[in-house]
């Protein structure tokens, strides 16, 4: 199992980026996935999750609104839409997989088994 994330790079305040992760070994719409992010001199944090099955979506209270989490079968990819940025938002972004079943508690890292190498997300003027 392979996890590859890609699309960082800087933006301006209110500016978009798409993340992507690129899956394999595995079918990304049969496993739960995830967005983590950790800015510098913080701990990393949950940002989004998608559960199996139905693919409920959740979000950090941080992002509601302004990210969307999504699946892409057709190219096996986790995909992160961020609109509205802000430099609080600046972070190494990671993509995060468990097994196909529903977590206990999304946020918590211990539940993903796998997990890509992060790409680099810088939001400033």
């Known amino acids: 199992v392979q996890l590859q994330a890609s699309g960082g790079g800087l933006v301006q305040p209110g500016g978009s980026l798409r993340l992507s992760c690129a899956a394999a070994g595995f079918a990304v719409e049969d496993y739960a996935v995830a967005w983590f992010r950790q800015a510098p001199g913080k701990e990393r944090e949950g940002v989004s999750h998608?559960?199996?099955?139905?693919?409920?979506?959740y979000y950090a209270d941080s992002v509601r609104g302004r990210f969307t989490i999504s699946r892409d079968g057709a190219w096996n990819t986790l995909v992160l839409q961020m609109d509205s940025l802000k430099p609080e938002d600046t972070a190494v972004y990671y993509c995060?997989?468990?097994?196909?079943?529903?977590?206990?508690?999304?946020?918590?890292?211990?539940?993903?088994?796998?997990w890509g190498q992060g790409t680099q997300v810088t939001v400033s003027s």
């Open positions: 995060a997989a468990a097994g196909p079943r529903y977590l206990d508690d999304w946020l918590d890292e211990s539940e993903y088994d796998y």
């Open positions: 998608i559960s199996i099955g139905h693919g409920i979506t």
